[in-house]
């Protein structure tokens, strides 16, 4: 039985901590929030308890595993936190960190300590991505040309207002699609270089945004030319889909399906509702997320190495930031 | 009055459903084919019920007001010349040129002759785009701020990836529709392209994949997928898409999903049956009333040259690694 602490009450957070409560193997017996009415909400849905420290959790509830689910600029002070604390391993939600620097810092901290760190990369577990790959890999369309995704819809509500403010958040390009571009490389491999247009990367650091939108366009030294959509300016529901062109044939998720509709207007209704981050759902007998949590509890349980890595993580962040220069700076950004 | 059109050249297969068109409309006649192949003249002729004319000479001497010129691509601009010197209105098929310098021989072609030249983009006449136009016009998605386009296809083959003839591959095949409906949505130009072209899906010189991006003078960045990306498997010749990103709302168009899914044992596969509105025939309706009423054409040469500039400057950009700015035609 895995004793979780996690850090953050946010939506994410609840996301997790009912997995972990639903999983035979795991319990949540902490919770940390700077917001001590969120952190006992939660804690009391999951029969946990609610701390007023992140360090008085640790010393208190005695966890195996530390879950980071707060906003993505202090992912690596809690991480870095749990790494010293020698525990059985870590859970960072994504995007990993901030910067490549962070990810880098959090990578090292986990690997002196010895402690196993996982990267929520979810995508990987919805089933369809999981397919996606499958099909890829084993050569459904052929040689593959294109690759294209979109994902997103209305802007996410949260405290602070975190995700408008692209100091903190890094926008839909950090955000957002660091789940297109984890699950891109994972199937297609690594990226040459990027080339991008968005909103929030041409505003001033300080400012607040109450809509985002990217095309980010990718080379992979594979060949393989990428292009993600990223929105948070979509009043008509959250979307995602892809779609892969190989020389054999071309694979698709939600994405060219004859509709019969060929004009769709979503227009915004006045101030929008929505405490937090519109998840997709996708209706399985397994939970993505619970599915990716128990993959590192089944893995730390076997002494496995989990199929995320932190350098994934770290290379998931390098993409996006990579593309967030290239839509300040106007020029292609070549990856190292 | 019946306006009488003459095909200069139906290499290009949107000529054949021009000439179904004119055939299907009240108000227009089709008076006969020409082709430098006789027999690909004498065989639309044929399934036109229309005259084969033996030069194209003899079919600007018959008596037409206007012609289409279906050619390949790099016969756009002596076609237009010579259809412009016989005092003839032209409609050309996209791309409007393979070269600035003929899209500028040929605007002036027709300036010099005082006849008008309409550059063939049917996506204009689509009622969902009108739609979507007098969305924007209206205010209803507020300031634009972003586009993603999307102009796939099967590879057409044939001359079409014959550079020679062609002037490129699908760049410049599949760029000029979205980018003639985005200056025309926007009323704004294009200052720059940043481009991703590619040869990996048929290994062969012809470019079949660009992911374009634009930017245009008015801030609006948009990205067009200008691929020959459908495979033969897929159920139907591909698509045109747009999704209209403002400060108020989105817009989608998704301009031929208007479709029956037929599921056939007799072909053993998926394909889809459309059922919306014919835009070539829309197109054909207003060129012959505008030849006929002496009323400017609604689509321009320039509109067409500006198009076309973009698709050149796409094949610049991935040759040059860095955005590049599109000549100014206008």
């Known amino acids: 039985m895995f004793r979780v602490a996690i850090a953050g009450a946010g939506g994410m957070a609840h996301m997790h901590a009912s997995c972990y409560t639903a999983n035979p193997n795991a319990c949540v017996v902490g919770v940390y929030d700077k917001r001590p009415d969120a952190a006992a909400e939660m804690a009391g849905a999951n029969g946990a308890t609610a701390y007023a420290g992140f360090a008085e959790m640790l010393e208190a509830a005695r966890p195996d595993v530390v879950d980071v689910c707060v906003p993505t600029p202090w992912h690596v002070d809690y991480v870095v936190a749990a790494a010293e604390a020698g525990l059985k391993g870590v859970v960072v939600e994504k995007p990993m960190g901030r910067s490549v620097e962070d990810c880098e810092r959090m990578a090292a901290a986990c690997a002196a300590s010895g402690t196993p760190l996982f990267v929520a990369h979810v995508l990987r577990f919805f089933p369809e991505f999981a397919e996606a790959k499958r099909q890829v890999d084993a050569g459904a369309v052929g040689t593959v040309v294109t690759v294209r995704t979109r994902r997103g819809g209305s802007f996410p ?180 | 009055m019946t306006v009488k059109i003459g095909i200069l050249s139906v290499a290009h297969m949107h000529a054949y459903s021009y000439a179904s068109a004119v055939n299907a409309l009240p108000d227009t006649e089709l008076l006969g084919i020409a082709d430098h192949d006789q027999a690909r003249a004498e065989s639309a ?28 691509n790099v016969r756009h601009r002596p076609l237009t010349e010579m ?29 010099t002759a005082g006849v008008q030249l309409m550059t063939a983009f049917p996506c204009r006449f689509s009622p969902a785009m009108v739609r979507l136009k007098s969305a924007v016009d209206n205010g209803d998605i507020g300031k634009v701020i972003a586009i993603r386009g999307t102009n796939r ?66 801030g609006v960045f948009a990205t067009l997928d200008s691929s020959w990306s459908r495979p033969k498997s897929f159920p139907t010749w591909g698509d045109v898409t747009l999704s209209v990103v403002g400060e108020k709302g989105v817009l989608t168009l998704d301009m031929f999903s208007q479709n029956l899914v037929l599921y056939s044992d007799k072909t053993g596969g998926v394909s889809w049956s459309p059922w919306g509105s014919n835009i070539d025939e829309l197109m054909i309706a207003a060129f012959a009333k505008a030849v006929a009423s002496g009323s400017p054409l609604p689509i321009t040469g320039e509109d067409g040259l500006a198009a076309a500039a973009v698709s050149f400057a796409a094949y610049a950009s991935a040759k040059a690694g860095k955005p590049v700015a599109p000549e100014v035609v206008l």
Not at chain 1, 207 to 225: C, H, P, Q, R, W
Not at chain 1, 280 to 309: K, M, Q, R, W
Not at chain 2, 84 to 108: F, N, Q
């Open chain 2, 153 to 218: 296809g099967r590879c057409p083959f044939d001359w079409f990836t014959k550079l020679d003839q062609s002037g490129g591959g699908a760049v410049i095949d599949h760029t000029v529709h979205v980018t003639d409906l985005m200056r025309w949505l926007l009323k704004a130009e294009v200052t720059e392209v940043y481009a991703e072209i590619s040869s990996r899906m048929f290994q062969q010189e012809f470019d079949d994949t660009g992911f374009l991006t634009l930017e245009f003078d008015n």
């Open chain 2, 83 to 111: 259809a412009a010197a016989a005092g003839k209105h032209i409609l050309c098929e996209k791309p409007l040129a393979t070269s600035v310098a003929d899209g500028r021989a040929m605007l002036a072609a027709c300036k």
């Open chain 1, 157 to 336: 509500r949260a405290w602070e207002n975190w995700y408008g403010k692209p100091d903190w958040s890094g926008g839909v390009i950090l955000d957002l699609v660091i789940h297109d571009l984890d699950w891109l490389r994972w199937t297609f491999g690594d990226v040459e270089r990027v080339f991008a247009k968005g909103i929030s990367p041409k505003l001033p650091p300080d400012s607040e945004v109450n809509s985002d939108y990217a095309l980010i366009t990718l080379k992979f030294k594979s060949g393989v030319i990428g292009h993600v959509e990223a929105t948070w300016a979509d009043p008509g529901g959250f979307k995602v889909g892809f779609e892969i062109a190989g020389d054999a044939g071309l694979l698709e998720s939600n994405f060219n399906q004859p509709a019969g509709v060929p004009f769709v207007a979503a227009l915004q209704r006045g101030a929008e509702a929505g405490a937090a981050v519109a998840v997709p759902e996708s209706p399985t007998a397994v939970n993505p997320y619970y599915a990716e949590l128990d993959h590192f509890l089944t893995c730390l349980a076997s002494g496995a190495t989990p199929s995320i890595t932190p350098k994934d993580g770290c290379e998931a962040v390098r993409i996006a930031l990579a593309a967030f220069e290239s839509a300040q700076t106007g020029e292609p950004v070549v990856l190292p």
């Open chain 2, 45 to 72: 002729a044929k399934t036109f019920a229309t005259r084969a004319f033996g030069s194209y000479e003899e079919l600007l001497a018959a008596g037409v007001d206007a012609v289409i010129v279906g050619s390949e």
